[in-house]
């Protein structure tokens, strides 16, 4: 190993779905142990803590959470980046070390969501009940956008986001039946994972005969809002060098760790472009890691609804460009396939508690690469690739390598 | 007896004889926008004009929204539509909301309606893009 790089030496995700008696710190507090007990190593070993709660963004979560598990006087960074925000607190952890400011560092990012509703849009302008009809706001609106004008709820905003891969590429088979069949995928996944929020296999009929939400996204296609933390004890390489042989044997090289925001495109700020900037942050991340899609033995991606699987198959360049279709209709993203895609059973049915997911990813990956994922383990994994999106947008692409040799 | 006044529901909709939508066109690398600006995103550049976006188009992504939130009636269709090379998000209005009658790539073009006159007896008026 080399004394550069970063490993991620312990990481741990709380069961996802419904913890009524706990409360955000609970959850953040049970990651964040389990991942130090897995880690080996203490709250006194940490040099930096980044920690993420994005529903309570302005309440200074890490704190609190420290005051539970241990106060040493380390930095603190709470930070907000929309579902990108555990992505967010792992890469501030990481550019802490890699900036030589220390040598271990813990990011946790923890929601409690479950009984949340729609999220996005409703907001926008005035309001429609005024009995005066007034301007208001970037657009001067007289009257609330959404609805009105388009949509900014996620379920509509990332159905778009698939409806118009389909029409770029000149799709012209069954486009609901194509994205259900998406979620049949995850769903039959999710019943190998015990901490999954939902573990039920769904039939396609059962999946596009459930609620329609915004089409084509019904709502088994859509992402389940759920309570769930996860934490990451993040060590440099020559750190790792100092620890025991049992620790340099499970700790897992992050070979990549990428951060970005949208460049600017025609039509970004009409439809968020969810497109550029991941294919951006993944074409950084397989150069940063020395590493090709065709080596990715599992990817982890943001599947918030099913239209939006379909299009990170092309972004992240596990196909040619505008082969999505072609790539899904192959099996290829099946477990069984070349490159199975989120074996987790994906935000659809594994459950999306904001700001866990962007570790709960890592934790998935890592779990495989270490050969600890049991009945749905991927045999002989050795890289994998986390991403997720924060609508916005900001996108994290994490490559993980086992560094079993 | 006042002439009824009219508003529209964005500053972005011009009403008259020929309602239109109009953009903030960066001047120095073209960039559009539809909201009020405090630079270009694209080059940085602080000057922009005034330019109408055609009215017709094509439908280049839709979704029919049938759970929104609370006050906002469904379903309706959303889209964003590729008017002359200038996107465009708005509602599908004056169809059928269903994959029979909402088609990728089909031809739109600008329609509006009224929101209703408020206590001033102004109208509103919003805008949306129908089959054609």
């Given at each position: 190993m080399s004394s550069d790089d970063i490993y991620i030496l312990g990481i741990h995700m709380t069961k996802f779905g419904k913890h009524p008696d706990s409360d955000v710190v609970d959850l953040g507090a049970e990651a964040a142990m389990a991942a130090l007990a897995d880690a080996g190593?203490?709250?006194?070993?940490?040099?930096i803590l980044a920690a993420g709660n994005l529903m309570n963004a302005s309440a200074g979560f890490g704190q609190q959470l420290q005051k539970q598990i241990g106060q040493t006087g380390i930095p603190v960074f709470n930070v907000a980046n929309a579902c990108a925000t555990g992505a967010t607190a792992l890469r501030t952890a990481i550019m802490a070390i890699k900036a030589g400011e220390c040598d271990m560092g813990l990011a946790v990012g923890v929601e409690k969501l479950a009984g949340a509703g729609l999220l996005g849009g409703g907001g926008g302008g005035g309001k429609s009940d005024e009995h005066k009809w007034e301007p208001s706001g970037r657009f001067g609106?007289?009257?609330?956008?959404?609805g009105r004008i388009g949509t900014a709820a996620m379920p509509g905003t990332f159905a778009q986001v698939g409806m118009e891969y389909l029409h770029e590429n000149d799709y012209s088979g069954e486009a609901f039946e194509l994205f259900a069949r998406i979620s049949v995928k995850n769903h039959k996944h999710s019943t190998l994972n015990p901490l999954a929020a939902y573990t039920k296999e769904m039939s396609l009929e059962q999946v596009m005969g459930d609620v329609m939400i915004a089409y084509p996204n019904t709502r088994p296609m859509c992402s389940a809002n759920c309570d769930g933390g996860a934490a990451a004890v993040v060590v440099s390489g020559a750190k790792l060098k100092t620890l025991s042989k049992e620790q340099q044997r499970r700790a897992v090289k992050v070979s990549a760790s990428v951060l970005t925001s949208d460049p600017w495109q025609e039509a970004c700020q009409v439809l968020p472009d969810v497109n550029t900037l991941t294919r951006m942050a993944a074409e950084q991340a397989y150069e940063q890691a020395g590493v090709?899609?065709?080596?990715?033995?599992l990817v982890e991606l943001h599947d918030c609804f099913a239209t939006a699987e379909l299009v990170h198959y092309d972004n992240l360049m596990l196909c040619e460009p505008g082969g999505a279709v072609d790539l899904f209709e192959s099996g290829a993203t099946w477990r069984d396939g070349s490159t199975p895609v989120n074996v987790s059973g994906g935000l659809e049915s594994k459950g999306h508690p904001i700001s866990a997911t962007g570790i709960a990813n890592i934790w998935e990956v890592c779990h495989h690469l270490r050969g600890e994922a049991g009945d749905r383990q991927i045999e002989g994994a050795k890289v994998g690739l986390a991403h997720v999106i924060g609508l916005g947008s900001a996108c994290g692409v994490h490559i993980l390598e086992s560094s079993a040799a | 007896m006042a002439t009824k006044t009219q508003i529209p529901i964005v500053d972005y909709l011009v009403l008259g004889d020929d309602p239109h939508l109009e953009a903030t066109e960066c001047t120095s690398c073209g960039a559009r926008y539809f909201d009020r600006r405090n630079a270009c995103a694209s080059c940085f550049g602080t000057d922009f004009t005034t330019v109408d976006v055609p009215t017709e188009g094509t439908l280049r992504s839709f979704t029919i929204v049938t759970f929104a939130a609370p006050g906002v009636p469904v379903p309706f269709v959303a889209g964003i539509v590729d008017a002359g090379g200038t996107s465009v998000r708005t509602n599908i209005i004056n169809v059928e909301p269903d994959d029979e009658h909402v088609k990728l790539g089909m031809p739109v073009r600008l329609a509006t309606y009224s929101l209703g006159t408020d206590d001033d007896g102004v109208e509103a008026i919003g805008f949306g893009y129908e089959p054609c």
């Open positions: 190593v203490t709250m006194a070993d940490m040099g609106a007289v009257a609330g956008v959404d090709s899609p065709e080596d990715l033995d | -």
